[in-house]
């Protein structure tokens, strides 16, 4: 290393930390010997590292640790009937009765039907033609017979539809063009989706996760 060229902040500083080698520190030596530079410099680097030796060790109060666990926010994953439930018990909230007048009311409007078809039933029970058996026999074909209705009015109103004269046309169209092979093939894939949608809806609404939480431990 020739005296016009100095020493580079890279090297003073390794030198002056006992970082370097020991031929470079020789190499070092021998420039530092002559270049009044590169001397005042490592003088400068001695003198800085020499001060941050002589800091006090600052260390965390006592509750450091708890204080900062305190106000670390771990993200808990909200099921998706979270909302729903929600909004079901803020409904129910609302119409809730709040004074002793409202109370009355609402015990009125449930026992009174209650009342009416309570004794509408034991005085035809209390008929010599009719029983309690062909009382239930009545009232459950009659639900039954409403169910039905019910059930058929509401077929009727969607294969009447528009929508389902669509799908009867895309459906034929694609039994046309597919054949059996591609049939198979769509009913397989359908039946994939569906045990996949049902898995997916029971991992969010019915299994309990077992997550568990990851702290930060902090060392006092």
Known sequence: MSELEHLSTESLQGYAEGTIGAADRVALESHLQGCTRCGGELEEWRSLFTTLAGLPQLSPAAGFSDRVMARVKVHVPVPVWAPWLEGARQL??????????????????????????????????????????????????????????????????????SIASWLVTQARTLAASAGARGLGAFAVGIGGLTMASIWILYRNLFRTPTREAQHVTARV
């Open 92 to 161: 129910a909230a609302r119409l809730t009765p709040r004074t002793a007048g409202a109370w009355a009311l609402a015990s009125a409007c449930i026992t009174l039907p209650l009342l009416l078809g309570g004794g509408l039933v034991t005085w035809l029970i209390s008929r010599d033609y009719i029983t309690a058996q062909s009382l239930w026999v009545f009232a459950t074909d009659r639900a039954a017979s409403g169910m039905q209705s019910l059930g058929a009015s509401a077929l009727t109103g969607v294969m009447e539809s």
